[in-house]
C-alpha cells in the first residue's frame, strides 16, 4: 500500500510506502483523508502507479517526491536486458574476457511511463 501526501500551499505531493512513520493521515479542516479540501489531503493507493495516476488525471501543480526516509520505489531496479560478449585477442589472461550487461533504460522508461501513466 501507498499513501500519497498532496499539499496545496507547497505544491507537492509526496509518496509514501505502507509503514512509513511519515504518515499522519487524520482528517481536518485543512486536510482531509482520501478527500481533497483547502490544503490538500492523504490519499491511499494499492501501487505507486495508481498514485501516480491520480496526480496526473486531478492536474495537480508541481511534480510527485518519494519520502527520503521510507523510500517506496527503492525495489525498482534497472534489469539488464541483454548479454554481449566481447572477443579479444588472446593474451594470455583472462581479465581480457569481458561480459557487459546492455542496460536498454531509455525505452524500459517509456515503457513503464505508459504502464503507470497510460498514454498522452
Same mark, same amino acid.
Not at 501507498?2 to 493521515?25: K, M, N, R
Not at 482528517?27 to 482531509?32: A, D, E, H, L
Given at each position: ?9 507547497? #505544491? ?12 499522519? =493521515?487524520?482528517?481536518?479542516? #485543512?486536510?482531509? @483523508? *482520501?478527500?481533497?479540501? @483547502? ?17 496526473? +488525471? *486531478?492536474? &495537480?501543480?508541481?511534480? @510527485? ?13 534497472? +534489469?539488464?536486458?541483454?548479454?554481449? /560478449?566481447?572477443?579479444? =585477442? ?11 550487461? @546492455?542496460? /536498454? ?6 515503457? &513503464? ?8
Amino acid at each position: 500500500m501507498f499513501w500519497l501526501d498532496v499539499d496545496l500551499l507547497t #505544491q507537492t505531493a509526496t509518496l509514501h510506502s505502507g509503514e512509513c512513520i511519515h504518515i499522519v =493521515p487524520k482528517t481536518t479542516k #485543512q486536510k482531509g @483523508v *482520501n478527500e481533497m479540501r @483547502v490544503d490538500g489531503g492523504w490519499f491511499t493507493f494499492e501501487s505507486a502507479g495508481e498514485a501516480m495516476r491520480f496526480h496526473k +488525471v *486531478n492536474r &495537480l501543480s508541481g511534480d @510527485v517526491k518519494t519520502c527520503l526516509l521510507c523510500r517506496p520505489l527503492d525495489h525498482l531496479k534497472d +534489469v539488464a536486458m541483454a548479454g554481449l /560478449d566481447i572477443s579479444t =585477442p588472446r593474451t594470455g589472461c583472462d581479465a581480457c574476457g569481458t561480459r557487459v550487461e @546492455v542496460l /536498454d533504460t531509455k525505452s524500459s522508461y517509456r515503457r &513503464l511511463l505508459s504502464k503507470l501513466l497510460g498514454s498522452k
